[in-house]
Each structure stands twice: as C-alpha cells, then as structure tokens.
C-alpha cells in the first residue's frame, strides 16, 4: 500500500506543511527565544452551529477541558502548569482555538495535551451539569458588563438573522437543553481533519512538529455539509438602532457597520482608515470626542473581519446626558472621511503607526501564533511582515475616500446603546 507524503512549502523562518489526512501545519521559527506558542484552530464557532443549538460551539470548548479518557480535569491542567505553561482556549463567531505556551523543549509534551482534550474528552454527564452552571454564570457575567453587552447587541444587530448575529456564549435557555449526544454531534460535525489547523511560533523544529502532529492526530473525515451561509443582503428597511434601557451611571454605546470580508484587498484600507478614525490618542475620534468635547473617557474603533463579511465597530462610554451629542460628533467625523479624506500627514503617520505595532508584534509568539492561522485559515497563503507594509504602502488616499463612502452610507449606519435611556432619545 502506497503511503502518502505530506505537501511542504518552506520560506525563510516560515514552513507549511499539509498532511495526507487533510491537517494543515504552519510554524514560524524564532531563534532568539526559547518559548514557543502552538495553537489547534478549528473551523467552528456560532455561524456553524445548528439554529437551536446556540451556544454550542463555545459549550464544547468547555467541555472538552472536562476530563479525556487519559486525564482528570486537574490533570489536564496540570500537565502543562507543572510545566511553567499556560494552557487556553477561545470560541470566536468562525473559529475554537485551544492553545499552549511552553518552553521549546516542552513541544511534544503541549502537542499530545492538545490532541487529547480535542480527541478523546469523555464528555461525562455529570461534569457537563456542572458546566452548564458555570457557562450560565458568565452569560449572566455579560448581561452585567453594559459595555460588553453593547458589543452583543451590536452584533447581532447588523447581521440581522445570520448565524454570524447568533451571541457566542448562547442564552441560559439553549445551554441548559444541552446532552451528551449534542456536543458529540458537534464534534464530529465541526472537528474534522479539513477543518484542523496546527500553528506554532517560537523556538520550533517544524519537521519535530509535523511528525508529532501526524502520528498522533486524527479526526473524522470532512462531513460534506458545511453548513456555511453568506451574508445576507442589508437594505435601509431592516432595524438600524437598537437600545437597551439600564440603571447604570453612563450609557455605553456601539455605531458603525458592516465592512469588507478578511479576503479583501480592501482589508488594508480599512486598518489605516480605522487607524486614523478611532486606532489611539492622535486617532480623529479620540481628539474630537475627549480632548476637545470631553464627552468620554474610552472612544476607539476596531474591525472583525470574517470568511464572507467584516464589521467596524466605534466605541464609547458616556454622561446619560450626551449620548446624542456624541453620536452627531462621531457621525460628523465619518462624514468628513467621506467628503474630504485625509491629508497626506496623516496618511504619513498612520502608515508609520501600523508599521510600528506590526514589527513589534512579531517579537510574541502568541501573536505570530495567532497571524499565521489567521493567514492560513482566511487566505491560504502567506504574507511577510514586508509584503504586509508594501500593501499598507500602496494604499492611497482616494482609496480611504471610497471605503469611507460605502462604510458610511446611511444604509450601513448601525447603532446600538445600553444605559439609562430609550429608544425615542436617540436618532441617527
């Protein structure tokens, strides 16, 4: 019987490597440290999972921690702790990570803890009660926290209906339904070979990792529904405001709209011109808003950007008695973008910003860790701190002046607030 070769694709300190089984494995080599971070990414998350099984992805994110057939829960933990590691997990609206941070020789050790909480958690009844409970606890967490919630609310207000709007921590209602046979389904559903990707920055032998990844990982074959919905179609017509009335000291609120997909070549107008907007202290908004108005503490923007579809957020915290004060300010700023761009200072200095937090990201490993898969996952391909600053380059300030134009419009005005106030107090 023939045995199948992996795929191997190496440039510079960057290597690629695609099991025969469908597992693709990326590592960045950092010589300078001795740590490395390796994180299992898993196509998963809200917009995959069943209309009612809300919540779910993130559930067995819990779940998995919960104890395998070779370990206790404490053990899981333990095996990386013991080894001054750090061990975690995440659920996003596309995707689960589970994640290490261990010294380089500790690889193998941080390999195998990984694939045995993905491959062989027992998924034991009683622990799963007992999570609900905890799961539930953060739900609640959430709802007390205006300007997380703001956040929520916002998010499922611009994607209306789609699973992308579905809250990712689900409601108490959806996490109590949950059995045994419901994250088992998941699993197998979700975590399938096509869907896993293995990305490690550090100190890393990237042949070590590949030949740790290939005899000891294995999941189920790709199930050929995908369950994976584009967006819908926005219109002027569907519901822009959304405000949730509280009895707190200020009113948090959320404003802007749908944006580009991370496959766009847009992308790279749309980090400079969220840069300029709303990205630090020199930022438009934050001199606009705090140093001139004195109207917030915290105001910034920040983009998601996703398989099909993006969103930039503008956030702010203020008086009950400026709420729309603030919104017309944050209006007026995304309406000059739109009318009269930017000035080449600037574009000059938002350039030189981004350049900046770039090349001091690459010296974490959690942070490359995360780029890499992100690069993997969304664009099948790589892309050079360099080649990132050449697109960041090539960037013009017409560009920024059309994105403005189609982020701004009032069809794509969103906007959502919790606090002590009501719908009728606010208007776009």
């Not at 195998?112 to 009660?129: K, P, W």
């Not at 900046?356 to 996952?377: C, D, F, H, K, P």
Request: aromatic share 8%.
């Amino acid at each position: 019987m023939e045995t199948l070769s992996p795929l191997r694709e190496t440039t510079d300190c960057y290597q690629r490597t695609v099991l025969p089984n469908g597992i693709r494995i990326v590592s960045e080599y950092m010589p300078y440290i001795r740590s490395i971070t390796i994180g299992v990414w898993v196509l998963s998350g809200t917009r995959f999972e069943p209309i009612d099984k809300s919540g779910i992805a993130h559930f067995v994110e819990h779940a998995l921690f919960k104890g395998t057939e070779n370990r206790t829960a404490y053990q899981i933990a333990q095996s990386i702790e013991s080894l001054g590691g750090y061990l975690n997990a995440f659920t996003g609206r596309e995707l689960n990570c589970f994640f290490a941070r261990v010294m380089d020789n500790n690889l193998s050790a941080a390999v195998e803890v990984l694939g045995d909480i993905l491959q062989y958690s027992r998924f034991d009844s009683q622990e799963i009660e007992k999570e609900k409970m905890v799961v539930i606890e953060e739900i609640h967490a959430l709802e007390d926290s205006p300007e997380e919630l703001c956040g929520e609310l916002y998010s499922s207000l611009i994607w209306n209906s789609h699973p992308l709007g579905k809250p990712i921590l689900g409601s108490p209602a959806s996490i109590s339904a949950f059995e045994q046979k419901d994250l088992v389904e998941y699993l197998r559903q979700r975590y399938t070979n096509q869907n896993i990707f293995v990305t490690v920055a550090g100190h890393v032998n990237h042949d070590e990792l590949v030949e740790l990844v290939r005899n000891q990982y294995n999941f189920p074959p790709q199930n050929t529904n995908k369950n994976l919905d584009l967006i819908p179609t926005t219109s002027s017509g569907n519901k822009r405001k959304w405000v949730q009335s509280r009895d707190i000291s200020q009113v948090h609120l959320c404003l802007g709209g749908l944006s580009v997909p991370c496959t766009s070549t847009s992308k790279y107008t749309l980090f400079l011109l969220n840069g300029i907007l709303g990205g630090g202290m020199t930022s438009r908004l934050f001199q606009k808003v705090r140093e001139e108005a004195g109207l917030a503490y915290s105001i910034f923007s920040d983009v998601d950007l996703y398989l099909d579809s993006g969103q930039l957020c503008i956030s702010a915290g203020v008086d009950p008695a400026d709420p729309q004060h603030t919104i017309d300010l944050i209006l007026q700023e995304c309406r000059m973008l739109q009318k009269n761009g930017i000035t080449k200072d600037e574009l000059k200095d938002i350039r030189s910003q981004l350049t900046g937090s770039l090349y001091l990201s690459i010296e974490e490993t959690g942070s490359v860790m995360n780029r890499l898969a992100r690069m993997e996952i969304y664009e099948n391909s790589y892309c050079s701190i360099s080649d990132t600053i050449k697109r960041l380059q090539n960037v013009t300030i017409d560009d920024i002046i059309e994105l403005a134009e189609k982020l701004f419009a009032d069809d794509n005005i969103y906007l959502t607030a919790v606090g002590p106030i009501s719908e009728g107090d606010l208007s776009l």
